[in-house]
């Protein structure tokens, strides 16, 4: 660990602050809550006074942490991939995978430190005497992954199995699992993970070929899982189908694959090998041949699919989280850099096209901490027992997931470009953005997959978009401080976004423009979430440019011919870019121009 300490990385900031240098500075060492004016005035929208109260310190924490050690910790873990070891000396069949001392190091903050993955389920996490909200949940989560990425993986697998685990497993099974699974002692807990991809289909899960026997009183599984992350995980939640069972996807059970048998000898299944991947580097997947090792049935052995699904989207929406998270760290290395660089004589930040840059990668990370600030409140009601907020979340959930993912990718570009040719260059934190943002648009559901989730089955079979509708209008009702025009240019744009998404859901002969039906619903949803956001008292009403500036860039049409420049533009970027708090009189001008 102390190489670390005096990594190239730190010396270069080090070296920041001894005296000028002409690079620009990065933003190792600053505490990423504190630099957050969107998340520190968000929060207290969705969170009690109390909660607010309690859980600020921690905020404070990990942001510090996520801008120091944590940050320290996720670039060694990255150049120091996980090593399988397929056999002891042996020769025994003993496969177990080494990590390097970072990524333990990151383990312990998040599983015994933080104990993310309890928070939502047992009282006692971070001295509460309650369970976390989701708000506060995701919100640490978002923290977290703006310093690493690859680890949050087992991390929301593991509360994510937990989940599944309480409810849908027998009692028995849970009295076995769950104590070990909610234990804070990284070094004795079980951590969890789901295996579902196979070969013959990842999009297809119907396509799945793993077979499972019941033979003596218990389940043997034979197969072959072929994206496996967290590839030696205590636990794997996975989907097999039964001999005999239905083709497709309703013959599919879920099981729980324990690593070690009761006995302590290894359960009959191998991590072939791991793959060596663009990006998440510090996190180990790879394959695994099932040879009848021993499972547990999940639940009720015709519901497999569905009950897996209940894992799948909270993964989705831990998913737009972490791709929300990656953004924000693109959007504050781009601005440290962008108020700091000299170029032919002034700050970059103050060329229009420079800021052009910068408000193309502000918008996308803006838009995903309301919507996934606005879908961890609708989760925290629909937790509280309101089948409203459950049917909202339904479509909230691949929203967030499929837009905020796909536009990572062009935001981490953007931020590189920004730094200039440093950001290509693998000591800076770019080409790891980079590389790490791209996985978001596959795992969980590619872009298509989640596309076609929100129009056919949210908006075609469960209506859930009318439930969008009406939460998006009471929000627009009481926003009075925003001018009437303004609230109803986005009622209008809502309506027609709508409209599409029913169209495109009713005629199959669209469906080719699922994709553009669900960012327009993306886009106008998080418009109408930021403009009242805006409209709170205590709120920076520059939230509400940012929903303009989404009304005219996303959803509005423009001939390519014209020049795009426009005085009340120019204005909003000199608004966007100061570092002080902007107040409603300053902004209410510039949503009517
Ligand atoms: C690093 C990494 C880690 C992973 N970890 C896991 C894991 O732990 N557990 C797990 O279960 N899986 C995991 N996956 C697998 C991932 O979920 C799948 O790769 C993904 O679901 C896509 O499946 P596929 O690769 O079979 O592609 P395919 O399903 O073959 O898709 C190929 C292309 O066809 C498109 N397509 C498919 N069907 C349609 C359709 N109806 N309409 C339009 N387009 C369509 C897709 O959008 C895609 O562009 C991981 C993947 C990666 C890259």
């Known amino acids: 660990m102390d190489a670390l300490a005096t990594s190239?990385?730190?010396?270069?900031?080090?070296?920041?602050?001894?005296?000028?240098?002409?690079?620009a500075p990065d933003c190792a060492g600053q505490n990423f809550y504190a630099l957050d004016r969107g998340l520190r005035e968000l929060l207290p929208l969705y969170l009690t006074p109390e909660e607010f109260r309690d859980l600020e310190p921690h905020f404070d924490r990990l942001g510090a942490l996520a801008g120091g050690r944590?940050?320290?910790?996720?670039?060694?873990?990255?150049?120091?991939?996980?090593?399988?070891?397929?056999?002891d000396r042996f020769g025994r069949d003993e496969d177990w995978i080494d990590y390097h001392s970072s990524y333990r190091e990151m383990e312990t903050i998040a599983f015994s430190d933080f104990q993310f993955h309890a928070m939502s389920h047992r009282a006692g996490t971070l001295g509460m005497d309650r369970l976390l909200p989701a708000v506060a949940k995701y919100a640490l989560?978002?923290?977290?992954?703006?310093?690493?990425?690859?680890?949050?993986?087992?991390?929301?697998?593991?509360?994510?199995?937990?989940?599944?685990?309480r409810r849908f497993a027998s009692q028995e099974l849970k009295d076995y699992l769950l104590p070990k699974m909610l234990s804070g002692d990284v070094a004795t807990m079980w951590k969890g993970t789901q295996f579902m991809t196979e070969r013959a289909g990842g999009s297809d899960v119907g396509a799945i070929e793993t077979v499972a026997r019941y033979q003596d009183g218990e389940w043997r599984l034979s197969g072959d899982k072929w994206f496996c992350s967290h590839a030696d995980a205590d636990v794997a939640l996975l989907l097999a189908r039964p001999e005999g069972a239905a083709s497709g996807t309703s013959g599919l059970a879920l099981f729980a694959l324990p690593r070690?048998?009761?006995?302590?000898?290894?359960?009959?299944?191998r991590i072939v090998r791991l793959k060596d991947k663009l990006g998440t580097?510090?996190?180990?997947?790879?394959?695994?041949?099932?040879?009848g090792a021993v499972a547990y049935l999940v639940?009720?052995?015709?519901?497999?699919?569905?009950?897996?699904?209940?894992?799948?989207?909270l993964s989705r929406l831990s998913h737009g989280v972490r791709a929300a998270a990656m953004m924000r760290r693109c959007v504050n290395e781009a601005m440290v850099c962008a108020r700091s660089r000299?170029?032919?004589?002034?700050?970059?930040?103050?060329?229009p096209l420079l800021r052009r840059q910068l408000l193309k990668i502000t918008l996308p990370a803006e838009q995903s901490l309301s919507m996934f600030l606005f879908a961890a409140h609708t989760m925290d009601r629909a937790n509280a027992g309101e089948k409203e907020a459950e049917t909202l979340l339904r479509i909230l959930t691949p929203l967030l997931k499929f837009r905020a993912c796909r536009d990572n990718i062009p935001v981490a570009t953007g931020s590189m470009e920004v730094r200039g040719g440093n950001g290509y260059i693998e000591e800076w934190v770019h080409a790891r953005l980079i590389r790490d943002a791209h996985v978001g648009v596959l795992w969980e559901g590619t872009s298509n997959i989640n596309a076609l989730d929100i129009i056919t089955r949210a908006v075609g079979k469960s209506r859930a978009h009318r439930l969008l509708d009406a939460a998006l209008g009471k929000l627009l009702d009481q926003a009075t401080a925003i001018p009437a025009m303004f609230r109803d240019r986005l009622r209008e744009t809502l309506s027609r976004a709508l409209n599409l998404a029913e169209r495109v859901a009713a005629e199959p002969r669209l469906e080719q423009d699922a994709r553009t039906a669900a960012s327009a619903l993306y886009h106008v949803t998080s418009a109408i979430l930021m403009t009242c956001e805006a409209a709170h008292p205590n709120t920076d009403a520059r939230r509400a440019l940012y929903a303009r500036l989404v009304l005219e860039h996303r959803l509005g049409a423009r001939d390519p011919l014209e020049p795009m420049a426009t005085d009340w533009e120019r204005e909003a970027a000199e608004l966007i870019f100061t570092e002080r708090q902007v107040s409603l009189s300053e902004v209410v001008p510039l949503l009517q121009a």
Do not use: W
């Open 299 to 313: 639940g009720e052995v015709s519901s497999g699919l569905k009950q897996m699904m209940e894992q799948v989207n």
């Open 342 to 351: 000299q170029a032919f004589g002034n700050t970059i930040i103050e060329y």
């Open 260 to 269: 070690r048998l009761k006995n302590g000898r290894r359960n009959a299944y």
């Open 70 to 87: 944590l940050d320290e910790l996720a670039r060694a873990a990255d150049k120091h991939p996980p090593v399988l070891n397929p056999r």
């Open 8 to 23: 190239p990385a730190v010396a270069a900031h080090e070296d920041q602050e001894r005296g000028p240098s002409h690079l």
């Open 281 to 291: 580097r510090s996190m180990a997947s790879g394959e695994i041949l099932l040879e």
């Open 141 to 165: 989560q978002y923290l977290f992954v703006q310093a690493e990425f690859g680890l949050m993986c087992p991390i929301s697998v593991t509360d994510t199995s937990i989940h599944l685990i």
